[in-house]
């Protein structure tokens, strides 16, 4: 997903003679979908064996940094939302996210990259110096195939051009997952997960108990208010700059979205998340309206 913090515009329609994508109902949702795709990864359980299994190694147990982890480097500097942030007993680090929309000209390369440079500057900022950096493994899991190359799985890591073999040793590692790329040459559990995503029957064990979830997921009425909520303010949203089309009307109706959301009692972490801005600041704006 990756959809400025959350995909939930998903099927086109018709308005005024223009072809626009509509939010999603709640009940059309998927694993593709970057909002049911972070819940079912809170499933620890199940977010961990996925790790496991896609860079085959063993964890002894992981830890979500933050209820949704936002990487702010400073007050000017636009925020990364990560899909899953995770890191283990080790200190190795994890994103995990989904992505439905093929970006042009390099354009998810360059988010990797980005998205690395964030992670580690995270990193820094609690104290610790560069030689210190831990490894981190930044994880697309994709619709479609990011190199055509017809691969279901690319993995890089920074290696020398001139001597074959000789890696620079930084322990930053990028994977895309081709959802599209059945091989025997994936780990069966991996290769049964790529099919699930791209909408085939889940079989196997660890494919069926994301199922479950999925369904325990979907039958929460705490989480489907909380989607439905960000849903009409998204569309609201979305419709306003349609009309206005003007940066300070968008800024007014983020604005607007964010008290109406403090209103109905979203939790402050997830309307930071979705409205790009920081926790400290949607707690100011709460206490200056006496919403906190």
Same mark, same amino acid.
């Given at each position: 997903?990756?959809c400025q913090g %959350?995909?939930l515009?998903?099927?086109l329609?018709?308005e005024?003679?223009?072809a %626009?994508?509509r939010i999603?109902?709640w009940e059309?949702l998927?694993i593709?979908?970057n909002f ?6 809170r499933?620890?359980?199940?977010c961990q ?5 896609i860079?085959?190694i063993?964890?002894?147990?992981i830890?979500?940094?933050?209820t949704e ?10 925020s990364?939302?990560?899909?899953v942030y ?5 200190? !190795?680090v +994890?994103?995990i996210?989904?992505?439905?929309t093929d970006?042009q000209d390099s354009g998810?390369a360059?988010?990797t990259?980005?998205y ?8 820094l900022? #609690?104290g &610790? *110096?560069y030689?210190k950096?831990r ?8 619709? +479609?195939?990011a +190199? ?9 890591r920074?290696?020398c051009i001139?001597? &074959?073999?000789?890696e @620079?040793?930084?322990?930053g590692t990028?994977i895309?997952?081709?959802s599209? =790329?059945d091989s025997d040459? @994936?780990?069966?559990? /991996?290769r049964a +997960?790529l099919?699930? %995503?791209?909408g ?6 660890f *494919? #069926?108990?994301?199922?479950r979830? %999925?369904?325990? *997921?979907?039958e929460?009425?705490?989480t489907r208010?909380?989607y439905m ?6 569309e609201?949203?979305r419709?306003?700059g349609?009309?206005?089309g003007?940066e300070?009307?968008?800024e007014e109706?983020r @604005?607007q979205?964010?008290l109406a959301m ?9 309307i930071a #998340?979705?409205a !790009? /801005?920081?926790v400290?600041?949607?707690?100011e @704006? =709460?206490?200056?309206?006496?919403l906190?």
């Open positions: 997903m990756h %959350v995909q515009f998903g099927i329609q018709i005024g003679g223009e %626009v994508k999603k109902d059309e998927t593709q979908d049911l795709f972070q819940k079912v990864m499933n620890k359980r199940l064996y996925l790790i496991e299994k860079l085959q063993k964890i002894a147990d830890t979500y940094p933050d982890k936002a990487i702010d480097i400073r007050l000017d500097s636009k990364v939302r990560l899909d995770v890191q283990d007993d080790t200190g !190795r +994890f994103n996210e989904m992505q439905c970006e998810l360059k988010r990259r980005y690395q440079a964030m992670i580690d500057m995270d990193m900022k #609690k &610790e *110096v030689n950096l490894p981190s493994y930044i994880i697309f899991i994709c619709t +479609f195939d +190199f055509d190359a017809g691969l279901p799985m690319y993995t890089f920074n290696r001139e001597t &074959e073999g000789l @620079l040793g930084d322990e990028k895309f997952l081709n599209k =790329g040459t @994936l780990d069966p559990d /991996v +997960f099919r699930y %995503v791209d085939k029957a889940a079989e196997g064990a *494919v #069926k108990a994301v199922e979830e %999925v369904i325990r *997921v979907k929460h009425k705490e208010r909380e909520t960000l849903a009409m303010e998204l609201r949203q419709q306003f349609r009309e206005e003007r300070e009307g968008r109706e @604005l979205m964010i403090l209103k109905d009692g979203v939790a402050k972490e997830t #998340k979705y !790009r /801005v920081s400290e600041y949607i707690t @704006l =709460g206490k200056k309206n006496h906190l």
